[in-house]
């Protein structure tokens, strides 16, 4: 395991050791409930104070605004039903737009709200590179729009999307707007005194946290109606005991993200761009193409379409060949069926089973993408006779 070239830090990172060694003691010293009031428990509240002060300082944020929840999903759950129902609640609005291209957190949000809770909602189509337009938003806002959620960047694709020209539409509207930026959280400078946007969605093991935490920016004053009801802890917004070393470890990831951005971001951006030219010309030019948006994309975001290729046989034999890759977003990795977000963009049927994504992250070297490009030509005359033979 240890040796295989791990190019899918879209799907998970490693947690930072200086990450294991904050959350530790929440474990072992400080393991009261922060809702105690003994000095075990104050203690734990201090901590999870703390690790709220310290996302919302990196956010030029207020720390009432920093929700914890159980993960990425969970906070987009709650951004979008949450603004919803409340909406419904105060006979605020019945419509929202979202966009294709979402995180199945999201779209299925989306879908669940208009079957079965009578919602209003606008999925807006996306271009051949997955960018929704501003136009197509601007003309889907009608007088009862209660929110509008469009993501900072696809998982399969990379392609980031003009967040702030449609948060900035949302305002003149007086719309609410919530983005998921799961994918982008650490790529991104966030201020929340100078961004439109009034709800993130954060996951941080997407960003070298620990996974069973997720962060939800809710901006003063945007009500929420709660999912997850029992004993009102992050201010009534999602009951249950707060699991205090991982929202430690949230926040020191989140830090670590932030404190070293620029570096990190050029790290990616030259490995990103030597594995795309690589890869590039190692396939034959008919047979690859470059999904997702040419330069507004993830730094660390590399995808392709193969033609007439399944993604699961190109990502079995990367493995062989020691490389962790993914076919789409993780939740997709094992399903052979044709990739949504490939027949979204338009690719017809030959490319769009086809789908690989290569995420990289800070331990990656140029070396070991010279030896992902090495093995790619070997890696898909495989997959093509395998494809051949069952006619993909
Ligand atoms: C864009 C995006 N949104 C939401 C999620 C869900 O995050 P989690 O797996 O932490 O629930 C993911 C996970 O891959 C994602 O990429």
Same mark, same amino acid.
């Given at each position: ?12 990172? *490693? ?6 060694? =904050? ?15 003994h000095?075990? $428990?104050?203690? &734990?509240?201090?901590?999870?104070g ?14 009432? %605004? ?5 993960c990425?999903? %969970? ?10 129902? &409340? ?14 291209i %979402? ?11 208009r079957d ?23 003309? &889907?806002i009608? *007088?009862?729009?209660?929110l ?17 020209q449609?948060g ?10 919530h ?27 997407k960003?070298?946290? !620990?996974? $069973? ?15 997850l009801?029992? @004993?009102?802890?992050?201010? @009534? ?17 989140? =830090? ?5 951005? %620029? ?17 590039m ?20 975001? &590399? ?10 046989d ?17 939740? =997709?990795?094992?399903?052979?069926? !044709? ?19 290569f ?30 033979l069952?006619?993909?």
């Amino acid at each position: 395991m240890s040796n295989h070239i791990y190019l899918d830090h879209g799907a998970s990172t *490693p947690v930072h050791p200086q990450v294991i060694e =904050k959350m530790l003691p929440f474990w072992t010293e400080h393991y009261g409930n922060p809702s105690s009031s003994h000095a075990h $428990g104050r203690s &734990a509240n201090f901590a999870l104070g703390e690790a709220r002060r310290t996302v919302a300082g990196l956010m030029n944020a207020q720390p009432k %605004e920093i929700v914890f929840t159980g993960c990425g999903s %969970e906070s987009d759950n709650l951004a979008v039903r949450g603004v919803m129902w &409340a909406a419904r609640q105060h006979g605020s609005g019945n419509h929202l737009i979202t966009s294709v291209i %979402e995180h199945e957190a999201v779209l299925e949000t989306a879908v669940q709200l208009r079957d079965h809770f009578n919602f209003d909602v606008t999925i807006l189509g996306v271009d051949e590179y997955g960018r929704v337009s501003v136009d197509d938003v601007a003309a &889907a806002i009608r *007088p009862d729009t209660a929110l509008i959620s469009v993501m900072a960047a696809n998982n399969e694709i990379g392609t980031m999307q003009p967040i702030q020209q449609i948060g900035a539409l949302a305002r003149e509207h007086g719309i609410l707007f919530h983005s998921d930026a799961v994918q982008a959280a650490a790529t991104t400078r966030w201020d929340m005194q100078t961004m439109p946007l009034d709800l993130i969605s954060f996951a941080p093991h997407k960003f070298y946290g !620990p996974k $069973g935490v997720g962060i939800l920016y809710v901006r003063e004053g945007v009500e929420l109606v709660s999912s997850l009801t029992g @004993g009102g802890q992050e201010d @009534g917004r999602r009951s249950g005991t707060v699991n205090v070393a991982f929202a430690v470890g949230a926040a020191e990831a989140f =830090k670590l993200a932030q404190d070293n951005l %620029e570096a990190q971001v050029t790290h990616y951006t030259n490995l990103r761009d030597q594995l795309i030219a690589g890869v590039m010309t190692a396939v034959p030019a008919n047979e690859i193409i470059l999904t997702g948006h040419p330069t507004e994309r993830l730094p660390h975001h &590399a995808s392709f379409a193969l033609k007439n290729m399944s993604g699961n046989d190109l990502l079995i034999h990367l493995d062989m060949a020691g490389i962790c890759a993914s076919s789409g977003s993780a939740c =997709k990795t094992g399903d052979p069926k !044709p990739s949504p977000i490939l027949e979204t963009i338009g690719l017809d049927p030959a490319w769009t089973k086809g789908g690989l994504r290569f995420t990289v992250g800070s331990q990656n070297t140029p070396d070991q993408i010279e030896h992902l490009i090495q093995a790619m030509p070997t890696v898909v005359e495989k997959v093509k006779k395998i494809s051949q033979l069952f006619a993909i």
